[in-house]
C-alpha cells in the first residue's frame, strides 16, 4: 500500500535535510500531473528563500526548433526532448558548490514552451536545493549521474483518475482545447508516464499526498 502523507509532514523532512548542515538536494518525481512542481513550490514557500531554493529538471527541455528539426516535437516531453547531460552537470555544480560562487540554472517558461537559460540563481549559502522533474530516476543517458547527486529522492502517486484530470486542466490552462488536451494527457503523457512509474523502486520514498493544494 502507497502510505498517504500530509504537506506538512513532508515540509517537516525538507526542514530537517535543510538543517543538516551541508547541501543537500531533495528530488521529487512521479509521472506527468503527479503534483510534483506544486509540492516542491509549497516546500521552498515554506522553508522560505535563507533555507530552500527550487531548479526543475524541466529548464533542460531541448529547443522546439531543434525538436522540429528532430521530429520529436510531437513527443515534447518524453525522455529523449531533454538535455540529460546539461542537467546532471548542473547538480554536480550544485551539489559542489564553491563559497564564492552563485550558480544560474534555466527556468521553463510554460507560456513560451522554452527554456529561459540564466534565470534561476541559486547562492552558495542556501543549504537545500530541491529539483523536480519526470526522468530524476531513468537509467538510460546521464540520468543515474544526476540521481547521484540526490540527498534523497521522493517519487509522487497519486489515483490515476485525479493525475490524468489534473494533465487535462494543465494543457487546458497553457492554450490546448479540451480534445487536444484529453490526447496529450492520455497519449504521449500516457507513454512518458509507463517509462517514469518503472523507476518508482529506486526512490527512497513512493508517497500519495493528502492535500488539497497539490494540484499538478
Not at 540529460?84 to 555544480?93: E, P, T, V
Amino acid at each position: 500500500m502507497i502510505p498517504t502523507v500530509t504537506v506538512e509532514s513532508l515540509i517537516q523532512r525538507a526542514k530537517e535535510l535543510a538543517l543538516s548542515g551541508s547541501r543537500e538536494i531533495l528530488g521529487i518525481t512521479g509521472a506527468p500531473g503527479a503534483g510534483k512542481s506544486t509540492l516542491a513550490a509549497q516546500l521552498v514557500d515554506a522553508l522560505g528563500a535563507d533555507l530552500a531554493v527550487l531548479v526543475p529538471m524541466d529548464g533542460f527541455h531541448l529547443a522546439n526548433s531543434l525538436l522540429e528539426d528532430r521530429g520529436l516535437r510531437q513527443v515534447k516531453g518524453a525522455v529523449q526532448t531533454f538535455d540529460d547531460a546539461g542537467f546532471a552537470n548542473l547538480l554536480h555544480r550544485i551539489k559542489n558548490q564553491k563559497v564564492d560562487e552563485t550558480i544560474y540554472a534555466p527556468h521553463f517558461d510554460r507560456d513560451l514552451e522554452e527554456s529561459i537559460a540564466g534565470a534561476i540563481p541559486v547562492l552558495p549559502g542556501t543549504p537545500l536545493v530541491i529539483t523536480e522533474g519526470n526522468y530524476i530516476l531513468a537509467d538510460e543517458g546521464q540520468w543515474p549521474s544526476a540521481r547521484g547527486m540526490l540527498t534523497e529522492s521522493w517519487f509522487l502517486e497519486p489515483a490515476d483518475d485525479t493525475r490524468i484530470q489534473r494533465l487535462i486542466h494543465r494543457h487546458i490552462a497553457h492554450g490546448k482545447t479540451e480534445q487536444e488536451a484529453q490526447r496529450w494527457a492520455l497519449g504521449s503523457d500516457e507513454q512518458n508516464a509507463k517509462m517514469i512509474q518503472a523507476t518508482a523502486a529506486k526512490a527512497d520514498r513512493i508517497i500519495r499526498v493528502s492535500s488539497a493544494r497539490t494540484r499538478c
